[in-house]
């Protein structure tokens, strides 16, 4: 497996009260609401979409950094520590502007 089964079980039982799916990409996998990722897991660990409104915010939190997959920081998407992913605080912070983000976007047929 490409990515940390354990990390995408516990992010898994995080979105236990929301209507999410899992989708395979990046190599990881991705929890999607209405179609828009909120995060995911891949080889590197754990991402989250907080959008271009959360994003100084989502770097201000310790462990949490530029996502750069193409050699160019992908605004709106973070990479998260495995540190910080443990830490319930930090995941509770990023789950809440990501999910924030796909809500605020129409579903996706």
Do not use: I, N, W
């Not at 079980?9 to 990046?26: G, I, S, Y």
């Not at 179609?35 to 770097?59: E, N, S, T």
């Amino acid at each position: 497996m490409a990515f940390d089964l354990g990390l995408a079980q516990m992010l898994r039982d995080d979105l236990t009260a929301e209507p999410v799916t899992e989708k395979k990409m990046f190599g990881g996998l991705a929890f999607l609401l209405h179609g828009h990722m909120v995060c995911g897991v891949h080889k590197g660990g754990a991402m989250f979409r907080v959008g271009k409104d959360h994003y100084a915010a989502a770097l201000a939190l310790p462990g949490v950094s530029e996502l750069d997959f193409t050699g160019k920081p992908m605004t709106g998407m973070v990479q998260v520590s495995d540190d910080a992913c443990a830490d319930d605080d930090v995941r509770a912070k990023l789950f809440a502007m990501s999910l924030a983000t796909a809500r605020a976007l129409p579903p996706k047929s």
